[in-house]
């Protein structure tokens, strides 16, 4: 157990709708990181929040967004979903200087 | 841009040592790691290494880094078939306060009893 939660573990929707994924980091980490799993793209860097702030930007879509909460906690919207956008999608927590970031079990995320 | 390669399967018998390989491209990298995910999971941070340093042990785990070939290895002894899995390489520079990683697509590790 990694210490980073997320929710929901699945999720099935369908397409042009919006969903909310949720993340908690270990305690006492400030930064979160959004990754987002695929079969055709691999493993790719979404976005990076540290406490509160943006910090760094990945290959996100414009119809995704996120924000970290004063409690540290994250949430990664996904709008205007399409078929492509099925995917497992991780959150990763780490603290500031060496940033070793542990990952979360990830949220199943099925556009049908 | 930055770039990690490795080669898509491994097979091995139980007991004999894995390598798995990876490369990279960037120069300005200051970490580099190994996840572990098994089906259905999430990714298990399995080691790192510095790229001031040359190898590091833990356990049944070996890296080993070339920086001038830009080559990283990770050596499981004695693997066992709870070692079936896939292992991604990650690099993360050290630009701006980011460390994002950059994944390679991952090595499936095949262990046969």
């Known amino acids: 157990d990694s210490g980073v939660t997320q929710t929901p573990k699945h999720l099935i929707t369908a397409t042009g709708q919006r969903v909310t994924l949720r993340c908690s980091p270990r305690s006492g980490d400030l930064s979160v990181y959004w990754y987002q799993q695929s079969l055709d793209q691999g493993l790719q860097f979404l976005i990076q929040y540290y406490n509160g702030e943006e910090r760094a930007k990945g290959n996100i879509l414009e119809r995704f967004s996120a924000q970290q909460f004063p409690d540290l906690h994250s949430e990664l919207n996904l709008s205007s979903l399409e078929l492509g956008d099925s995917a497992l999608y991780f959150c990763?927590?780490?603290?500031?200087?060496?940033?070793?970031?542990?990952f979360g079990p990830g949220t199943r995320l099925l556009v049908l | 841009g930055e770039d990690v390669e490795q080669s898509l399967f491994l097979s091995v018998r139980e007991g004999d040592s894995s390598v798995i390989n990876c490369t990279y491209t960037?120069?300005?990298?200051?970490?580099l790691y190994w996840y572990k995910q098994e089906p259905g999971a999430g990714l298990q941070l399995l080691t790192y290494?510095?790229?001031?340093?040359d190898m590091k042990q833990d356990q049944r785990l070996t890296v080993l880094l070339n920086k001038k070939d830009k080559h990283l290895s990770l050596r499981i002894a004695d693997t066992q078939t709870g070692d079936s899995a896939i292992y991604f390489c990650a690099e993360t520079g050290s630009g701006a306060g980011s460390y994002q990683l950059t994944f390679g697509k991952g090595t499936k590790l095949s262990v046969i009893p």
């Open positions: 990763a927590s780490g603290r500031g200087g060496k940033e070793t970031q542990y």
């Open positions: 290494i510095f790229s001031n340093m």
């Open positions: 960037d120069s300005s990298s200051t970490y």
